[in-house]
């Protein structure tokens, strides 16, 4: 059974730093992409970052040089490294993993973030 379980969430002041990880049983490079999306109180998910199995990662305009998703292959775990962290960032973060086409997404528990002014 595929399962992401999420870590590292809390309350940060603006300007601070957090790093989420996300920790895939079995082997990452059996996911096609593994990325990351929020989901603030009255919003829809949207995506934060995302990064391909060849390791190409993609991020939301809204985080462009703020955040870094990265993985560590041998321990099967994706991160989110997130800088200068503002209050419209205060979220519930979601792990996400696609496979192949023939099986649906996954998703983590998510973890809340909480950024204060």
């Known amino acids: 059974q595929v399962q992401l379980v999420e870590s590292g969430g809390g309350l940060v002041q603006a300007g601070g730093s957090l790093r989420l990880s996300c920790a895939v049983s079995?082997?990452?490079?059996?996911?096609?992409?593994l990325g990351w999306y929020r989901q603030a109180p009255g919003k829809q998910r949207e995506l934060v970052a995302t990064?391909?199995?060849?390791?190409?990662?993609n991020y939301a305009d809204s985080v462009k040089g703020r955040f870094t998703i990265s993985r560590d292959n041998a321990k099967n775990t994706v991160y989110l490294q997130m800088n200068s962290l503002k209050p419209e960032d205060t979220a519930v973060y979601y792990c996400?993993?696609?496979?192949?086409?023939?099986?649906?997404?996954?998703w983590g528990q998510g973890t809340q973030v909480t950024v204060s002014s």
């Open positions: 996400n993993g696609l496979r192949a086409l023939t099986e649906p997404e996954y």
């Open positions: 079995g082997s990452i490079f059996s996911f096609n992409a």
């Open positions: 990064m391909s199995r060849s390791a190409s990662a």
